[in-house]
């Protein structure tokens, strides 16, 4: 093998590292299950203590507190 062969494939190898390195990693993530009702819960520590998973009710009234007094901007004013 002479000199300008090796460095030809020596030159194609950095070349397929380089390209290999620029691909995308595969999206095989879980995402939204749409199967399950958002009341159900996800099981994490992020829920509001004392809240039971599968309350509907419970569900409900937080987010109609939530809606009152984080979202309306008459009840956030403080004037």
């Known amino acids: 093998m002479s000199g300008r062969s090796t460095l030809v494939i020596l030159g194609a190898a950095c070349g ?5 390195a620029c691909t995308e990693k ?3 993530g879980g995402g ?15 829920t ?3 809240w039971k998973a599968g309350d509907k009710a419970g569900w409900e009234q937080q987010l109609k507190a939530r809606q009152q007094y984080g979202q309306n ?7």
């Open 16 to 20: 397929l590292l380089a390209l290999a």
């Open 26 to 28: 595969p999206q095989t």
């Open 32 to 46: 939204v299950r749409v199967d399950a009702p958002p009341y159900a819960g996800t099981g994490s520590h992020f």
């Open 48 to 50: 509001q203590p004392g």
């Open 73 to 79: 901007e008459y009840t956030r004013s403080t004037r």
